[in-house]
């Protein structure tokens, strides 16, 4: 008897067997399937958190925690100890969004990882631009998503801008120490790469004056970022000012309200006044004694942008006109502002 | 008999593979949109053999561009059941431009089709089988892609524009902007900016205007006048209204 005459016999049997089979496969996949989803789900939600908040940190690179969380030596190292995942390849692009091509039990699929490091979000409100005893420049961010950069940008960011962009960059090294060598255009030009730009004075203003409520509040704004009160906290934990440690590797004095730091104290900063151009340098940092009156938020001197040159800069205070500094400025720190 | 049996066992393959393709593949879609002439939570069964527009859901390809997965459902009549098939758009054009055109993944014997709004998705409804999709858009700095086709990178100036009534003229594609983009006045809406690709500051000779904001300056005329209190210029710059939009010069 062949197989054909066997079928014939038993056709029922056979038809009823066949079904029951076939059922019991795409049943069995659906359910294999849901797994493998919800898995798969499992594991992105996994990388994004790695991702958000740096992993155990498996490197010998000694950094802190908030460096490592940016960078993705770390992610990898992670990544490895994920079972079943395997990276078939990685690009980094200009505004350091991380691309990883991946494969999880044989599924291939990749991963946009955009570089959201160190963001902080301004809440919507209505704010005042410039120091205590001017308000001339009211306005709101209603509607609009503004981040911040928590800290300022740092040579090692710069370091592989310009590997990217093929720019000659021999004097810096891979260091977290803020970057502070670069022209405003520079700056500009790499707050663009990253999707932003350069922080806006007005921004930095908002950012850092201890929010306020009822009337005079937009005039009657506070000197330090910890507090309305009108008590300067002599210690370096709180800003850092002339003697205290350079900043370094991402320390978070000077801390305002929002999350952003060195709102008073750290490095000289630029940014870009829309209000008042020339108001553009951030003067209160580690190159002023403790008792300057320069500690103060909104304050503003200016700077050309293009060389640290002593004619580039006018250290007369631009909004009261009532200070002016005598320090010789040897480096220029920044950071970026984003709409997303 | 054999006909019948190689008719159960390409049925069985048919069925497996649309539902399995758009279950593995709108995982963590980027936008789900829903035909809005149907009714969720509702059986669809009328017009009765007419081919409908279902859902729209975008994806991203294996380059971070955009794909549009257009699904698509011919409703059971009298005579036939219905018919779900899905057709892929990798350029800029519509879903529309795809109706009841023959495609590759396709389901027959389908007898109820439903679609259901929640949290976070849309639940699908096919006979019995509940697929649910989900998009990630609330969790917008991860990107995944499970297709191994590339999309459609656009770039549109005004990356995202609100009209007069606060609709959407432009779906946001600002992320494809290459520096970034930044909000600026093209409408009578006070609860949503449209945004511009940059490339430069806002408040700059011939460029946008930047925002001062309503709430800031309580302003609640026309917006589009010269010198518009609710905009602002870098330098001495005045602000003026051009084309509906708040500019610089």
Redesign the interface.
Known sequence: MNIFTIISKYKYLALTLAILSLLIVFIGRDFQTDDKNFELAETIEKIDQLWSNGGDGCSDIPASVDFKACHQQHLFCDLQKLTDLSILGYQENLAGDLTLQLAWERQKFSLKLLNRCHRALLPSGVYSSGPRGYAEEIWSNENQEIWIDRFYVSQYKIKKWFQAKNIPHGKLAFSPRPALHLSLQKMQEFCRDQKGQLLQSQILDAASFYPAEGENSLQLKSFYPWSKARELKKDCEHFIYQGCDPVADLNRSGVSWMGIFHTLGGEIEVVDNPFQPRANLKLSSIFLPVDSPWHQLGLRAHWSGRGLGANEFDLREQYLGRWRADIKISGVAFRCMYYY | ?YV??LA??FS?FA??NLL?HI??RW??SRSIEINPRLTPGETIKKPAAVHLKILEVTI?G?D?GLIKDCLFYRVPSKDKSGLLYLHSVYKQEDCDSQITLPAKMQKNEIYNLGIENFSGGVLLQIDT?EIPIISRSK????????V?ESGHQPYVKLCYQVDDQCRVVQKDL??F???????VITSAC????S?VC??E???EKNGFA????????QYRENYCVSDSPVA?C??GLRVFCENDKLICK
Do not use: D, N, V, W
Request: with cysteine; hydrophobic share 30%; charged share 20%.
């Open positions: 008999m019948l049996l159960i066992l069985s069925h497996a399995e279950e593995q995982q963590g991203y294996k971070f089988k969790t917008p700095s991860l990107l995944i892609s499970l191994e600002c992320e902007c290459p520096q970034g983009a930044y909000p006070r609860s949503a900016y945004k940059a490339r500051t806002c408040g930047c925002i001062r904001g309503y709430q800031a300056t602002y870098k330098g």
